[in-house]
């Protein structure tokens, strides 16, 4: 029997992935109000650099930059988990979906892009320090960005064009939200040769992407050896914020793709479970990250509330 007289037409997708969680209300609840510290954390930062002249420096465009990212990555996804979880809309329309698909692939191969840009700032603030004013510019920053952006883009939009164009058998997905495999596994074809092609791809973004970042710390961590203490001190603050954030999100990524390499083999849950950590983990952190440890936007906040106890008293 053909394909086409097995297929069928797929208007709305069903969202399954949740079925077996025992507390969908708890899961639910977990995931809204880690989505709301997102979306409260990440915003508010956004906010500070927009409206203080102070911080409209390359370092805090790209803060800024990520925080964007953040809210594109977690926002195509929770919304809909939330929404089946708590209450129990389990479809979405055919359109939104590969909507849904384009954004989180898109928005998560700029995660990896905002962290290579974030580790070249801070590798030619350190090399240059002299030059860095001139060489790195709020145009060149935004123009780099921009480009960035294209290029994220054209690695994923195969992922919906080639969907797109598959048959489908049912439209039921094992999975929690339009992922790329998610909607492969609803076709008719043969999902490995599918599922292969995205693998290099992401293999060779994460391959790029951490590799440069690792190579800008072992440069940085050779110059520190011949630095005196105040500088290795200063170089130091400068990058651990960085290192904390490129931490939280590279380590589920490779947990998931090392387990999956020695031949530990993952239940839905967990893989699921993994994929949710890294869309929410580091989403979390970062804005806290650099509220904390970046000088400027810390004393802000800390303004900003000192403000608010005077007039109150």
């Given at each position: 029997m053909s394909l086409q007289n097995t297929s069928i037409k797929v208007t709305h997708f069903i969202i399954g992935g949740f079925d077996t969680v025992k507390r969908p209300i708890a899961v639910g609840v977990g995931i809204l109000i880690t989505y709301l510290l997102v979306v409260i954390a990440n915003v508010l930062n956004i906010?500070?650099?927009?409206?203080?002249?102070?911080?409209?420096?390359?370092?805090?465009?790209?803060?800024?930059?990520?925080?964007?990212?953040?809210?594109?990555?977690?926002?195509?996804?929770?919304p809909t988990?939330?929404?089946?979880?708590?209450?129990?809309?389990n479809t979405i329309p055919y359109v939104d979906c590969f909507i849904q698909l384009s954004i989180f692939n898109w928005a998560g191969v700029m995660v990896s892009f905002a962290l290579v840009l974030m580790a070249?700032?801070?590798?030619?603030?350190?090399?240059?320090?002299?030059?860095?004013?001139?060489?790195?510019?709020?145009?060149?920053?935004?123009?780099?960005?921009?480009?960035?952006?294209?290029?994220?883009?054209?690695?994923?939009?195969?992922?919906?064009?080639?969907?797109?164009?598959?048959?489908?058998?049912?439209?039921?997905?094992?999975?929690?939200?339009?992922?790329?495999?998610?909607?492969?596994?609803?076709t008719c074809v043969d999902?490995?040769?599918?599922?292969?092609?995205?693998?290099?791809?992401?293999?060779?973004?994460?391959f790029f992407t951490f590799s440069f970042i690792g190579l800008s710390y072992i440069v940085i961590a050779f110059l520190m050896k011949f630095?005196?203490?105040?500088?290795?001190?200063?170089?130091?603050?400068?990058?651990?914020?960085?290192?904390?954030v490129v931490t939280c999100y590279y380590s589920p990524l490779f947990v998931l793709i090392a387990l999956t390499r020695v031949g530990v083999v993952l239940t839905l849950e967990e893989r699921q479970g993994l994929?949710?950590?890294?869309?929410?983990?580091?989403?979390?952190?970062?804005?806290?990250?650099?509220?904390?440890?970046?000088?400027?936007?810390?004393?802000?906040?800390?303004?900003?509330?000192?403000?608010?106890?005077?007039i109150s008293d």
């Open positions: 906010l500070f650099i927009i409206f203080d002249k102070r911080l409209h420096k390359p370092m805090y465009l790209l803060i800024c930059n990520l925080a964007v990212v953040d809210l594109m990555y977690t926002s195509s996804t929770c988990m939330i929404g089946v979880l708590l209450a129990g809309v070249f700032d801070r590798l030619i603030a350190i090399i240059y320090p002299f030059q860095y004013h001139s060489y790195v510019t709020n145009t060149r920053t935004l123009g780099l960005t921009y480009i960035l952006y294209v290029i994220a883009f054209g690695f994923v939009a195969v992922m919906p064009a080639t969907a797109a164009t598959l048959p489908y058998c049912t439209s039921r997905m094992k999975y929690t939200f339009c992922d790329f495999a998610a909607v492969i596994r609803t999902p490995n040769y599918y599922f292969n092609l995205v693998l290099i791809i992401t293999l060779s973004l994460l630095s005196t203490n105040r500088d290795k001190k200063k170089m130091a603050s400068t990058c651990v914020s960085h290192l904390i994929l949710i950590g890294n869309i929410l983990g580091p989403a979390v952190v970062n804005p806290f990250v650099y509220c904390f440890r970046t000088k400027e936007i810390k004393n802000k906040i800390f303004k900003i509330f000192t403000k608010k106890a005077d």
